[in-house]
């Protein structure tokens, strides 16, 4: 049974440019959550995609999108990139669950490292 | 806000046990525990509902007074392979995003 998995697992870029970080949900989910975790820190939600579409957004500028395709893969793009952007981007997938919200257990992927000079 | 954790960190003998503590501001759904470990992703541990309902690990459990607003982590007999950073995540809203609290440094030793 096939995890959560990211691509790619470093990144350098430099101030300014635009990056595409791609996440593949584990088998069987359809909802998938992208964190930024900063060094010595827990994560925090950026966005979370459901039906292709985003279904909630934490406090991050609209420079952050995202998408998420038919077969629930998703991608982050982060645009004019500051430094302050350098972090771990974690994806989690999960599985709506009809009986309502906060009882699904979301798995993380093993993170893109982003470092912005 | 996110939820505060404490401690910060402890050190613990093999076989020891320890508690860690998740309190929140907030009305909570549920409360998620994670272990992450130096560069690797977060593990999923434990998730506790409103109501009582709980799953997870085998050998780590788990308390959520909903009234308080607060979870604790408990580690029994720890092993070295529980070492690394503990995060609570807690559910507040409709959807299921999570807000992670400050983190506990668990350092196990011989």
């Known amino acids: 049974d096939a995890g959560v998995t990211q691509s790619p697992t470093h990144l350098i870029k430099t101030r300014g440019q635009q990056v595409t970080l791609r996440c593949s949900p584990k088998s069987g989910h359809d909802t998938v959550s992208w964190y930024q975790q900063a060094l010595g820190q827990g994560p925090q939600f950026i966005f979370q995609y459901y039906e292709e579409e985003e279904r909630q957004r934490g406090n991050f500028p609209d420079r952050f999108s995202g998408h998420q395709f038919p077969n629930y893969s998703s991608e982050l793009n982060v645009n004019a990139l500051l430094l302050g952007d350098s972090a771990l981007y974690l994806c989690?997938?999960?599985?709506?669950?009809?009986?309502?919200?906060?009882?699904?257990?979301?798995?993380f992927g093993p993170g893109t490292r982003l470092t912005v000079l | 806000q996110q939820p505060v954790q404490s401690p910060q960190a402890v050190i613990l003998r093999e076989g020891e046990d320890a508690v860690i503590n998740c309190s929140s501001s907030k009305a909570l759904y549920s409360v998620h525990w994670y272990r992450q470990k130096h560069g690797e992703a977060p593990v999923f541990l434990m998730i506790l509902l409103k109501g009582g309902e709980q799953k997870g690990h085998e050998k780590i459990s788990a308390s959520f007074n909903e009234k308080k607003q607060q979870s604790s982590l408990y580690l029994t007999a720890s092993q070295l392979s529980y070492s690394g950073t503990y995060f609570c995540g807690t559910a507040t809203g409709t959807a299921s995003k999570l807000t992670f609290g400050t983190g506990t440094r668990l350092q196990v030793t011989l």
């Open positions: 989690a997938s999960s599985l709506v669950l009809a009986s309502g919200s906060g009882r699904d257990t979301q798995y």
